[in-house]
Nanobody, 127 residues
Framework: QVQLVESGGGLVQAGGSLRLSCAAS????????MGWFRQPPGKEREFVAA????????YSAASVKGRFTISRDNAKNTVYLQMNSLKPEDTAVYYC????????????????????WGQGTQVTVSS
């Protein structure tokens, strides 16, 4: 079972930026797509962005396209989420996860379901 530890959240004003990190341990994730999800207060968890195992392709939700950038460092077993032009509606607990099958498409992570989640990292954007 892979362990996921998210970090980098915090309180930021609207228009600001944050960079989230997710470190995976327990097994190598370099051949798996990885993604970010978020759960706004009182709402269900939703897909944010995913990246292929090589980093060559990404897929993002329409609500964050052009503002958020996902990247990865396979040597560090880590995926990142650079969040710019933050809005109050981006307030949520952010989680990462790993695709079920190796070499899958990044976009497939938007439709997969996951049983295991890390502790997440809180992002709060004030207006």
């Amino acid at each position: 079972q892979v362990q996921l530890v998210e970090s980098g959240g915090g309180l930021v004003q609207a228009g600001g930026s944050l960079r989230l990190s997710c470190a995976a341990s327990g097994r190598t994730v370099s051949v798996y797509a990885m993604g970010w999800f978020r759960q706004p207060p009182g709402k269900e968890r939703e897909f944010v962005a995913a990246i292929s195992w090589s980093g060559g392709s990404t897929y993002s939700a329409a609500s964050v396209k052009g503002r958020f950038t996902i990247s990865r460092d396979n040597a560090k077993n880590t995926v990142y989420l650079q969040m710019n032009s933050l809005k109050p509606e981006d307030t949520a607990v952010y989680y990462c996860n790993v695709a079920h099958k190796p070499s899958g498409l990044a976009r497939d992570m938007a439709m997969e379901e996951y049983d295991y989640w890390g502790q997440g990292t809180q992002v709060t954007v004030s207006s």
